[in-house]
């Protein structure tokens, strides 16, 4: 019931070695071996780290050169619609990375079709999947993974966390130590809280007891397709089914919902 499985359609998901065949939460405590030892590639010094980008860059084909000259159409990278010509020619999967956006440290992966936007801090460990936005003001704080066609948005403060294809937190959101699942979207400032005010590992609870996660710190596991409204929160330590709504202005309870529940508040 509480297994990678029975959350996520895992097809089409890049990184299979590194979900857990047990329960979900396990996934994230192997995510900082994985990404420690992940076969970054090397930019060498044509991306300059620690400091604003000083001009905006296009990485085509594992080469990483400045876009002065060529013609940039900066539209909706989720979709396929960033696109970058030279002389005529679309370079076809390449990936834009804005003049002021920041990358910290060099364990950096970054797919096709990206699209970081100006303002945006990324450290690394980071991997960011193929046709991914991450946008203005996004923070980036490390052991960050992303499918294909993810949203990191406006504000939006993530650490060590999970996106599985076509997952979005488009605005002022706050992410640790979470999973989001195919398809998930969070409305403007969810928030998944990942740690208790009386410590300890955080515990699971289910309709037939409570499962110690061994976690110190744990936030949402949100299953496939889960949806979000404004201003919602989550306890540390919740899981959500597939298709799960939690409603504007709502704090999910911790532990385990299950599939289409709908989370309202009193």
Same mark, same amino acid.
């Given at each position: 019931?509480?297994?990678?499985? /029975? ?10 070695? &590194? ?10 405590? @192997?995510?900082?071996?994985?990404? *420690? ?6 930019? @060498?010094? $044509? &991306?300059? &780290? ?6 905006? #860059? ?35 999967? /390449?990936?834009?990375?804005? /003049?002021? /956006? ?37 923070? #980036? ?17 993530? !650490? ?5 294809? *076509?997952? !979005? ?7 640790? *130590? $979470? ?57 540390? @330590? ?15 309870? $911790? ?5 289409? $529940? ?5």
């Amino acid at each position: 019931m509480l297994t990678t499985a /029975a959350f996520f359609d895992l097809s089409d998901f890049n990184h299979p070695t &590194l979900l857990s065949q047990g329960p979900v939460w396990e996934t994230l405590k @192997g995510l900082k071996s994985y990404m *420690d030892t992940y076969a970054y590639p090397s930019f @060498g010094t $044509s &991306l300059p &780290l620690d400091q604003p980008l000083p001009e905006t #860059l296009v990485l085509y084909n594992g080469e990483l050169f400045p876009a002065k000259g060529l013609t940039l159409k900066l539209a909706d990278a989720t979709k396929g619609k960033l696109t970058v010509h030279r002389d005529g020619e679309i370079l076809l999967g /390449a990936s834009v990375l804005m /003049a002021g /956006a920041i990358l910290s440290g060099e364990q950096l992966a970054i797919g096709t079709g990206v699209f970081i936007e100006a303002g945006a801090l990324i450290k690394s460990p980071a991997i960011i999947g193929d046709c991914t936005e991450i946008r203005q003001g996004a923070y #980036l704080r490390g052991y960050c993974l992303t499918g294909k066609r993810c949203v990191i948005g406006h504000v939006t403060e993530v !650490k060590h966390s999970i996106f599985f294809n *076509d997952a !979005k937190a488009g605005h002022f959101a706050y992410l640790g *130590d $979470s999973i989001l699942g195919n398809a998930v979207n969070l409305g403007a400032g969810t928030k998944l809280a990942n740690l208790r005010f009386t410590g300890g590992a955080v515990p699971i609870r289910t309709s037939t007891g409570i499962i110690s996660s061994g976690l110190k710190k744990l936030g949402a596991i949100m299953a496939d397709e889960v949806q979000t409204g404004c201003n919602s929160v989550t306890n540390p @330590g919740t899981l959500l089914g597939r298709k799960t709504m939690l409603m504007p202005n709502t704090t999910a309870p $911790s532990g385990y919902h299950p599939p289409n $529940s709908l989370i309202k508040g009193k």
